[in-house]
């Protein structure tokens, strides 16, 4: 059923909604726009909760962490109580990229610029027989033909799969946490990224090559069990179960350490230190971050532990 274990394909779904870099929300192409997955054969278990929100104060600064999910179906409400009350008292929306449509309309042209092969290297040419057997297979099990990728990076490939049969399957860029956040807060709040689409982009294209087709083909090999765990994540994070989150980000990880340190950790790192830099600065920020950053073992708010700062959960 899979390469290896569940765990290989939990981190490539997980990867996508809750610990990739904010550019895998709405970058990569759609290849093949008339292969459709059945979503009828897709059912979706969203439960309808309070999503976890945390707080870090002093007497003249409050920082909201709020983890996101960059893409979801149409029925999960989430932008209520706490969440809204605590956005709208803001000054200042902090996301990993900026977000704001102009640039997001050319970061596809952006990624795909660096996640193209070329010198006619095909991206099966970087697959042994029994890759390419399986990479194909896959793909067939949902109607897309293998060929739609050829000219791709595996990293980049992998992103496109894996959007073609969410958005296929129910999920939405346009209902994605970040997408919601910009359209709802003010113009007068100011923006302020994290990092730059240049980074983000450097995370997955300077992955070696053999690490980034094992990683290409755990999605691709069933690409609807792959929804299933989208599913399972949503519900959980829907629900505000940190715990259950955590502890399937770490599950999925597990046989990619180099990846979850450069997804995940040592980005964490430096989110935990931009915050303890902004504390030094009076008024209140809402910080919107993958929610795989916001879970499991070491994650932003275990860095700002190790560095005295208390963080308070308020939803």
């Known amino acids: 059923?899979?390469?290896?274990?569940?765990?290989?394909?939990?981190?490539?779904?997980?990867?996508?909604?809750?610990?990739?870099?904010?550019?895998?929300?709405q970058s990569a192409p759609a290849p093949v726009e008339e292969e459709k997955v059945p979503a009828a054969e897709m059912e979706l278990e969203t439960a309808p909760g309070a999503p976890a929100l945390w707080q870090v104060?002093?007497?003249d600064t409050t920082i909201y962490l709020f983890g996101t999910v960059h893409m979801l179906p149409d029925d999960v409400e989430w932008y209520s109580g706490p969440v809204r009350e605590a956005l709208t008292d803001a000054e200042a929306l902090v996301t990993e990229i900026d977000m704001n449509p102009e640039l997001a309309a050319s970061m596809g042209a952006m990624v795909a610029e660096k996640g193209m092969l070329s010198d006619g290297q095909t991206l099966r040419d970087l697959m042994d027989e029994d890759q390419r057997a399986t990479f194909e297979a896959g793909l067939a099990k949902v109607g897309i033909p293998a060929?739609?990728?050829?000219?791709?990076?595996?990293?980049?490939?992998?992103?496109?799969?894996?959007?073609?049969?969410?958005q296929a399957s129910g999920f939405s860029d346009d209902k994605g946490v970040e997408t919601v956040l910009e359209a709802t807060v003010g113009e007068d709040v100011d923006r302020v990224a994290l990092?730059?689409?240049?980074?983000?982009?450097?995370?997955?294209?300077?992955?070696?090559?053999?690490?980034?087709?094992?990683?290409?083909?755990?999605?691709?090999?069933?690409?609807?069990?792959?929804?299933?765990?989208?599913?399972q994540l949503v519900a959980e994070w829907a629900e505000g179960d940190v715990d259950a989150l955590g502890a399937l980000m770490n599950e999925g990880f597990l046989s990619h350490p180099n990846l979850a340190e450069k997804l995940l950790y040592e980005r964490n790192a430096n989110w935990a230190e931009w915050i303890d830099t902004r504390m030094d600065e009076p008024g209140n920020v809402f910080i919107a971050v993958g929610a795989g950053h916001l879970a499991g073992e070491r994650s932003v708010q275990d860095y700002l532990a190790e560095r005295g700062i208390t963080v308070t959960r308020v939803q």
């Open 1 to 25: 059923m899979k390469l290896t274990s569940l765990l290989p394909s939990s981190a490539a779904a997980i990867a996508l909604l809750a610990g990739a870099p904010a550019i895998a929300q």
């Open 57 to 59: 104060a002093d007497e």
């Open 147 to 166: 060929a739609a990728f050829d000219t791709m990076e595996p990293w980049l490939a992998s992103i496109a799969i894996l959007q073609i049969v969410t």
């Open 195 to 231: 990092e730059t689409i240049d980074f983000q982009i450097s995370i997955f294209d300077e992955l070696p090559l053999d690490q980034q087709v094992l990683y290409l083909l755990e999605g691709a090999e069933d690409p609807m069990e792959g929804i299933q765990i989208l599913n």
